[in-house]
């Protein structure tokens, strides 16, 4: 060899032999995730979820009803069935406001907690340093025993005020009346506590009246200011307004039951306002939202954005409590064990409308449902049945079915062997399965693998496929991310199980000296500084997304590894170069094909291919929605004394595995924004008119030859 090429043979092994090592780092620490939806993706969730809630409002006959979502990305949707009227015909709209009750306690434990790292409040210091001095305080049961942590967590052993009948008949007397906190106080005043403060557990409104009462004395001004400017605006929840009047800005109506304490059933709007004044609820609800920014909430609450996080251990720490079965209450949260895994949220009650806000911890979903009636019992029953099979539905991703699929085949003889599939969505409700199976079928040849096309069966409901050419026989089914398949003939039988393969060398972190393109944190959002087209759309999960032209550095850029994040569309109905199509070119000129090429044969075009030069050894792409990698050993062209260039060359792994080896580049690939060598470039992201996103992406300088 001569003398550069001997360097760059041991260069490029040593870098290989250091990617490799990175990769076994982070492989050993991934953990399986379902399909994280782009933008595009998200039509399709709410799509599903539409028709989900759509049913249980033909089964069970209330007015109406919505919901919000936010996923562990940060993408969120809402959708909307029913009425908002239901004499006019009136469709309730995912932007309509409802009245959310009781989950108003969550936002008002969190101001205390800011307060609490604040030093202003201490969780178990005495409410009488702060109500000491009122006139009434000595009549309030156990009124000496009682701490902050009491009143947050209920088990103060105060009596609950808004079930009294002498509270209801006030109500109905004068539904226009302003109430002030002390006049909501008034009604257990005297009353014997309902068991020593600290002793039990009782869910009472009254103490989060005397908490916000407490709140405003500490924060110096009223909780309401204090909700805003603490949680409202730095949260972005522009949705989320007091229920301090009778004219509430976009609410609708709801339908209240005959039951009603507070009097006035039927319908909740009457000649434009209110039928009675919602500002009696103050601090132990207060607010009007929609199911959308009531989820925003959840996944900002629970993701340790309201308060400190150093208090979120104490904040989640329930003790038994009566709402419901295996339930625990924390301080204003309520936790209990869903079909997903543990619950953190609140329910709320307000007459004429219910309300439940829910944060799957184990899959970092927010899901949040409103109600524009209180009076259908299924709702009342069912609510929380129904979010969770909601959730359930969100978290299967975009296409339950869509994916690869790992098994056995069992042979005719008895024997087994490793087999697998991938089952492709062409839209229009049609799947694609192809199955591979080593040794299914010995010849003279040896035992090369036995591979069978099946067709989805759009005329059968669920998951059945059927054999196509030569497989005709053949007969699959998927359920439950099970996949069997009978041959029907000597060939044997499939029984295969959903696999959650990403690649290793996903979520890998810049090594020390690399030079930082695009910079990734989990569910923050990432900055374009290093380029030029500001036009791409910053996603909440830490991503972007090619948005109004191409994007490429505003540095340039010699030889160096390489590291790129992307993630294609679900696109079904598309076909070829139209199906989630981009492309990274190293130094402006050198293109590497992104394209949803997942499940097709190897060509020029798909993705991993370096576009009209060389065409991939094999198809490691995963399918859309998933996220990949690109990690490439990236050689510049070097002028050389004549003025000729040598060639570019690339050693490029896609999720992990080598797909090129030292693979020469002659020139400039087809469509490249620059057209002749040059020993340095841009990194350019190409923009073909899909919502590719990327992230993560970085790269390590290496010396020159």
């Not at 202003?120 to 210091?125: I, S, T």
């Not at 109500?131 to 103060?156: C, K, Q, Y």
């Not at 989805?456 to 050419?469: K, N, P």
């Not at 990274?584 to 992104?594: A, M």
């Amino acid at each position: 060899m001569r003398s550069n090429e001997t360097l760059r043979f041991y260069l490029t092994a040593a870098l290989q032999i250091l990617l490799l090592l990175l990769i076994f780092t982070v492989a050993s620490q991934l953990e399986a995730a379902p399909q994280a939806a782009s933008p595009n993706g998200v039509a399709i969730l709410e799509k599903r979820l539409h028709t989900l809630l759509e049913s249980y409002r033909t089964e069970h006959g209330f007015a109406g009803a919505s919901v919000g979502f936010v996923l562990e990305s940060g993408l969120q949707g809402a959708v909307a069935v029913g009425h908002s009227d239901i004499e006019a015909g009136v469709p309730l709209a995912v932007t309509d406001r409802l009245l959310s009750g009781s989950i108003g306690k969550t936002y008002v434990a969190a101001v205390a907690l800011q307060l609490v790292a604040e030093k202003r409040l201490d969780l178990d210091g005495k409410i009488s340093r702060w109500l000491g001095g009122e006139e009434w305080f000595s009549r309030l049961p156990s009124a000496d025993d009682i701490t902050v942590r009491m009143l947050m967590n209920h088990t103060s052993g105060i009596p609950e005020h808004v079930l009294l009948p002498a509270f209801g008949e006030a109500i109905a007397a004068d539904p226009d009346r302003l109430w002030a906190p002390a006049e909501l106080v008034e009604y257990i005043l005297g009353k014997e506590p309902l068991f020593a403060a600290g002793d039990g557990w009782s869910y009472a409104d009254t103490n989060y009246i005397l908490l916000g009462m407490i709140i405003e004395k500490a924060a110096g001004q009223t909780y309401y200011d204090a909700l805003k400017n603490r949680i409202l605006e730095p949260l972005g929840l522009k949705e989320t307004l007091p229920s301090d009047s009778r004219t509430i800005p976009g609410l609708v109506n709801g339908y209240a039951s005959e039951r009603s304490p507070f009097g006035k059933p039927g319908r909740t709007i009457r000649d434009g306002a209110f039928v009675v004044n919602p500002q009696l609820e103050w601090t132990g609800g207060g607010l009007a939202s929609t199911p959308l920014d009531l989820a925003r909430w959840g996944h900002a609450l629970f993701n340790g954005r309201a308060f400190d996080t150093a208090l979120m251990d104490q904040f989640l720490d329930g003790l038994p409590a009566a709402t419901g079965k295996g339930d625990r209450y924390g301080l204003g949260v309520q936790i209990w064990t869903t079909p997903l895994g543990a619950g953190y949220g609140h329910g709320g009650w307000f007459p004429g409308y219910i309300s439940l806000m829910t944060y799957y911890k184990d899959h970092g979903l927010a899901v949040a449902i409103q109600f524009n009636t209180s009076r259908s019992v299924a709702v009342r029953t069912h609510m929380r049945n129904w979010l969770d099979a909601l959730a359930a539905c969100l978290e299967e991703g975009i296409d339950p079915i869509m994916g690869e699929y790992e098994g056995l085949a069992l042979k005719a003889d008895g024997s087994m062997t490793r087999a697998s599939a991938k089952v492709i969505a062409e839209g229009n409700g049609q799947h694609r399965m192809v199955l591979a199976a080593h040794g299914m079928a010995p010849t003279a040849h040896g035992s090369p693998p036995v591979t069978a096309t099946l067709q989805r069966d759009t005329e059968a409901e669920g998951g059945l496929f059927v054999g196509t050419g030569d497989a005709s026989s053949w007969k699959g089914a998927i359920a439950k991310g099970e996949l069997t398949v009978a041959t029907g003939d000597a060939m044997g039988s499939f029984v295969l199980v959903k696999s959650d393969r990403r690649s290793p060398t996903e979520g890998l972190a810049p090594p020390e000296g690399a030079v930082v393109l695009l910079p990734y944190e989990k569910r923050k959002p990432t900055t374009l500084e290093a380029w030029n087209n500001k036009n791409w759309i910053v996603l909440p999960d830490g991503s972007v997304m090619v948005n109004r032209g191409p994007n490429r550095t505003v540095a340039h850029h010699r030889s160096g590894l390489f590291h790129i994040e992307f993630k294609t569309p679900y696109q079904p109905e598309a076909r070829g170069q139209g199906r989630g199509n981009s492309g990274v070119y190293f130094g402006s000129r050198y293109e590497i094909q992104i394209l949803d090429s997942f499940g097709l044969e190897p060509g020029m075009g798909d993705c991993g291919s370096i576009y009209g030069v060389a065409i991939t050894g094999q198809n490691v792409s995963l399918p859309p929605e998933v996220w990949q990698t690109f990690d490439v050993i990236y050689r510049a062209p070097r002028q050389k004394d004549d003025g000729t260039f040598e060639m570019a060359r690339m050693t490029v792994f896609h999720n992990g595995i080598k797909i090129h080896e030292d693979q020469a580049v002659p020139g400039p690939t087809t469509a490249a924004p620059e057209k002749q060598n040059a020993e340095t470039g841009r990194l350019y992201l190409q923009d073909h008119g899909n919502p590719v996103c990327y992230r993560n992406i970085w790269y390590l300088e290496l010396p020159e030859h």
